[in-house]
């Protein structure tokens, strides 16, 4: 199957060439050295980068490889994972400070509707006493509806817990803001999508 974004290695190439303080820093922290002056973008594809970079005192290209984990699933995540990616790296390198998050987005009801039906259907199914809760509750079976709730305790502490990283490492204050969508994440679906911050490459 064609990779989508090895099809636009080319474009991409020549675009980040514009932004080479980026490149460095990428290849600052994959390699773990602090010597690189230049660095060039050669290739591109949904698994990870070819980049060439150079160091100081040192007329030599050197190349490495700089992976994406997980790997891209199309060229729209090109975008959004190298601005995170950018941003993890000058963070990781000083070269930045994580931003303070200062305001809260709430989800659309097309995010939150979905799920919210789920588990209220899930808590009537479950303390429902009428003919209809029993008719659900003989169809599906308490084994399945035990399930039902492990799955949701456990999906929504790893939510809690991932939610708490990120306002842990942005400095959330306890008096945010509620306001109109910004910054997509919260733990109902928890999306966080740091170019909200950081601006637009393409």
């Known amino acids: 199957m064609d990779d989508p974004v090895a099809a636009k290695s080319v474009f991409l190439s020549m675009y980040m060439s514009n932004h080479p303080d980026t490149l460095v820093a990428y290849v600052m922290q994959h390699t773990k050295n602090r010597q690189v002056v230049t660095a060039s973008m050669t290739s ?5 980068m070819h ?5 100081k005192g040192s007329d030599v ?5 700089v992976p994406f984990d997980p790997p891209l699933l199309g060229y729209e995540e090109v975008k959004p994972r190298l601005m995170a990616m950018k941003v993890d790296a000058e963070v990781d390198l000083g070269m930045a400070k994580n931003p303070t998050i200062t305001t809260f987005a709430m989800p659309s009801l097309k995010h939150t509707l ?5 588990q209220i259907l899930l808590i ?4 429902s006493r009428s003919p209809y809760g029993a008719i659900f509750q003989q169809f599906f079976g308490w084994q399945i509806i035990r399930l039902s709730w492990v799955i949701l305790v456990a999906a929504h502490s790893a939510e809690a ?11 959330t204050p306890f008096n945010t803001k509620v306001s109109s969508p910004a910054w997509v994440w919260s733990a109902v679906d928890g999306k ?11």
């Open 51 to 55: 980049l060439s970079y150079t160091v």
């Open 161 to 171: 817990s991932y939610m708490f990283h990120l306002t842990s490492k942005h400095k």
């Open 192 to 202: 966080f999508d740091p170019t909200d911050a950081y601006g637009t490459y393409f």
């Open 44 to 48: 591109i594809d949904s698994k990870g």
């Open 61 to 65: 290209k050197n190349t490495t490889r």
């Open 124 to 127: 009537w199914a479950t303390f």
């Open 114 to 118: 979905p799920t919210f039906s789920l």
